[in-house]
């Protein structure tokens, strides 16, 4: 089992650029999360996806737009880049309905925006 | 909304034990979770509480007061690997709210 993979690891953008950040979860969960973390601060929701076939914004979804592929991805898209999106994102996922609730998370993108 | 607060950070010997409170703010309460970060590594589940009480996993521990809204993590015979960020988390309903992370450092 891979658990939540993301790709890529790395990217550097110029202002007003496009990417994709590309997150999978082999693991079988409903639920899939986006975050974002700035330096020395907590994860910040950006989308969640509780079950394929639906998306919902989070705390800071301006900027950003998300596609639940199926029930293994679930991607996040920049249209136009910005400096302040600069960050570390973070891809997880979560089987809900009961029992403790853990999330799984990915090892990250780090994403600078020149 | 939802808004959780913890210390920014905590400092400890080796060997020694630490707790780290979270206070939160929500509706629809389902549960406080815990996890962990090493700088530049992802968060990783340490611990949950759905109910009152406390909860033991290892050298970690972990309690929750619904009616105080207030939670701790403690760490026992604390180790230099524990030396990381440590966040509470709450479920609102189908998302998670995380606070704004507890800095430990733990000196020799």
């Known amino acids: 089992n891979a658990g939540v993979t993301q790709t890529p690891k790395f990217q550097v953008l110029k202002t007003g650029q496009s990417m994709t950040l590309q997150c999978a979860q082999d693991m079988n969960h409903n639920s899939m999360y986006w975050y974002r973390q700035d330096p020395g601060m907590g994860l910040r929701l950006i989308y969640y996806s509780a079950s394929e076939g639906t998306t919902d914004k989070g705390e800071v979804p301006n900027g950003y737009n998300v596609s639940r592929l199926n029930k293994r991805e679930f991607s996040l898209r920049l249209e136009s880049a910005a400096p302040s999106q600069t960050s570390v994102y973070f891809c997880a996922s979560s089987e809900t309905g009961g029992g403790p609730e853990t999330q799984y998370f990915g090892p990250g993108t780090r994403l600078l925006v020149l | 909304g939802q808004s959780l607060e913890q210390p920014s950070e905590v400092t400890a010997v080796e060997g020694a034990i630490v707790q780290i409170n979270c206070t939160y703010q929500t509706s629809g309460f389902y549960g406080l979770s815990w996890y962990q970060q090493h700088d530049g590594g992802a968060p990783t589940f340490l611990s949950y509480?759905?109910?009152?009480g406390l909860e033991e996993t290892g050298r970690f521990s972990s309690f929750l007061s619904r009616s105080d809204s207030y939670g701790y993590l403690l760490l026992q015979e604390l180790q230099m690997k524990d030396s990381a960020s440590y966040f509470c988390a709450v479920r609102a309903g189908q998302n998670f709210v995380f606070g704004p992370g507890t800095r430990l450092s733990v000196l020799p």
């Open positions: 509480n759905g109910l009152d």
